[in-house]
């Protein structure tokens, strides 16, 4: 499976916007970029994906560098609800690759009143 | 939206006995399901994978004997831990994807996850 690297830690203040970077340097052209977010005591959430272009949805924007190789994950607003560990992932959608999701160590974003 | 829907969400159970653990989703069918278990400050790490009708394909080190997977319908996979021991406390989470559709990539929707103690 094509890796991530993301930093540990970052902070925040509320209402500010957010920029969670993402290195996937081995990605293949099979790779979709999948950003999910866990909230303490719960299960990870979907947040947003992409292939080669730029996404937006109501809950954040994806940028994708024009190489590939690293990606951006773009909070607008930050909330206090939006305090949770954020995971960048690769998944290749290959049948024969199981259609797995596997967690790197993720971003643990916290947020400042 | 799609929502998968675990239970028990929280479970203590004794040494020695075994534990079910249920994942449903509850307005898809999902052909596959995915069981992650979850240790505290770190990241998901999964377990198997869940095949509607067929065995379940665990990653390497994990038990299959210990760790029992069941989907034996379109929209109910479950785990049982057997003989559980303390060692076996953790956050057990399941997943599953929307159908797949020609052209279209799916996002996964998780359940609120099991914590189970084993005492």
């Known amino acids: 499976d094509a890796k991530t690297t993301q930093p540990n830690s970052m902070e925040s203040n509320e209402e500010e916007p957010v920029h969670l970077p993402c290195n996937h340097s081995?990605?293949?052209?099979?790779?979709?970029i999948h950003w999910y977010r866990q909230l303490p005591s719960q299960g990870p959430e979907y947040v947003i994906h992409g292939l080669t272009s730029n996404v937006n949805n109501r809950m954040a924007s994806l940028a994708i560098a024009e190489d590939r190789k690293s990606s951006t994950l773009i909070l607008h607003r930050a909330t206090l609800r939006d305090a949770a560990v954020y995971y960048c992932?690769?998944?290749?959608?290959?049948?024969?690759?199981?259609?797995?999701?596997?967690f790197g160590q993720g971003t643990e974003l916290s947020v400042k009143p | 939206g799609a929502v998968v829907s675990q239970h028990p969400s929280r479970v203590i159970c004794k040494s020695g006995t075994s534990v079910k653990i249920e994942c449903r989703s509850l307005?898809?069918?999902?052909?596959?399901m995915f069981w992650y278990r979850q240790f505290p400050k770190q990241s998901l790490m999964l377990m198997a994978t869940?095949?509607?009708?067929?065995?379940?394909?665990?990653e390497q080190g994990v038990e299959k004997d210990k760790f029992l997977i069941n989907h034996a319908s379109l929209t109910l996979s479950t785990l049982t831990v057997t003989s559980a021991h303390p060692e076996d406390s953790s956050f057990y989470i399941c997943?599953?994807?929307?159908?797949?559709?020609?052209?279209?990539?799916?996002?996964?929707?998780f359940g609120q996850g099991t914590r189970l103690t084993v005492v």
């Open positions: 081995t990605i293949s052209g099979t790779d979709y």
């Open positions: 992932i690769l998944r290749d959608i290959r049948p024969n690759q199981g259609g797995k999701l596997i």
């Open positions: 997943s599953a994807r929307i159908p797949y559709f020609v052209g279209t990539e799916r996002k996964a929707f």
């Open positions: 869940s095949n509607e009708g067929s065995k379940a394909t665990y």
């Open positions: 307005d898809f069918q999902a052909t596959t």
